[in-house]
């Protein structure tokens, strides 16, 4: 399958961020490990660009979320 751009992380629940492709479909989900969301946002977006495509740099700049703040990868 092939994943579309951008991806983003989302955290669920209190303890796990997913990342998801643009149409919100799943693609990875890690623990939360820190209480720092950026740190965890950062970690997991990094691993999962990596292991997605390593032809496309894992920092394409800000994505909006849904309370139209801006979050990078």
């Not at 751009?5 to 990342?19: H, L, S």
């Amino acid at each position: 399958m092939k994943f579309q751009r951008p991806f983003r992380a989302e955290i669920v629940g209190e303890d796990t961020i997913w990342i998801v492709d643009r149409t919100r479909a799943f693609i990875a989900c890690f623990p939360r490990l820190t209480d720092d969301v950026q740190k965890d946002f950062a970690r997991a977006s990094a691993i999962a660009a990596a292991d997605l495509d390593d032809d496309v740099p894992a920092d394409e700049g800000p994505l909006p979320d849904d309370s139209g703040d801006t979050q990078r990868r």
